[in-house]
């Protein structure tokens, strides 16, 4: 079964440092969708990406956060100066169809990477 | 805005009991529903989803869920769990003509005993 693939699946940095997340999606998806979940609470959609450019973004996205897909295969999540509240699981979703309703519009969700800022 | 809520954060159970985790959401137009379950140390996946049709939706692993518009729910049931059920379980809703994003809910922690 295709499996969306994130990288790494535990992240330690200082607050102040950039991190970038790393996301290989399932190959013939065009959505893409970076999630979070801070400790005890609900997983928050961040942002989602379409045809290169962002399609939608929550109000936790906020300057300090930028998405890319570099090389055509992978889908990176960059916080630029990481502060403590933004540890927390990231997780990236891929879907083939953004159309709700269609039958492939399901979202499969990566393995999320742990990031903890010290 | 759409919100999901999920009660009982924390369900113990012993094998062979019946497990039901509520659902209720609160936008008022056509959704889709999600049930997605989390398995320590893997990610998120898909037990079941309702689009239309049929409100019993079976999905993976013996688990279905049922849709009541009236109610604005979409609770779950097992009716044996087992002690590979133990993980935690989410409900997420996407509204069909609003935006892309996922709304979940708080997520079960459900702990099979065995």
């Known amino acids: 079964e295709p499996e969306v693939t994130q990288t790494p699946s535990h992240q330690v940095t200082q607050m102040g440092q950039e991190v970038i997340l790393r996301c290989v999606p399932i190959?013939?998806?065009?959505?893409f969708y970076w999630y979070r979940q801070i400790l005890g609470q609900k997983v928050e959609f961040l942002v989602s990406?379409?045809?290169?450019?962002?399609?939608?973004k929550s109000e936790i996205f906020d300057d300090q956060f930028s998405v890319e897909r570099p090389d055509g295969s992978n889908f990176t999540l960059k916080i630029r100066s990481t502060k403590l509240e933004d540890s927390a699981m990231y997780f990236c979703?891929?879907?083939?169809?953004?159309?709700?309703?269609?039958?492939?519009?399901?979202?499969?969700f990566g393995s999320g990477t742990r990031l903890t800022v010290v | 805005a759409q919100s999901v809520s999920q009660h009982n954060h924390h369900v113990i159970l012993s094998e062979a009991a019946s497990l039901e985790l509520g659902c209720n959401y609160s936008?008022?137009?056509?959704?889709?529903l999600f049930w997605y379950v989390q398995y320590p140390g893997q990610h998120l996946q898909l037990l079941l989803k309702?689009?239309?049709?049929?409100?019993l939706v079976k999905g993976i692993k013996g688990f279905e869920a049922e849709f009541i518009k009236s109610k604005f729910s979409f609770n779950l049931r097992k009716p044996s769990v087992q002690w590979s059920d133990t993980a935690e379980y989410f409900c997420?809703?996407?509204?069909?003509?609003?935006?892309?994003?996922?709304?979940f809910g708080k997520g079960n922690q459900v702990v099979v005993i065995p």
């Open positions: 979703a891929s879907s083939e169809a953004g159309q709700q309703g269609a039958d492939n519009y399901g979202y499969t």
């Open positions: 190959s013939n998806h065009l959505y």
């Open positions: 990406f379409y045809n290169n450019e962002i399609s939608e």
């Open positions: 936008y008022g137009g056509t959704v889709n």
């Open positions: 309702y689009f239309s049709g049929d409100p």
């Open positions: 997420a809703v996407i509204s069909y003509y609003g935006n892309n994003r996922l709304a």
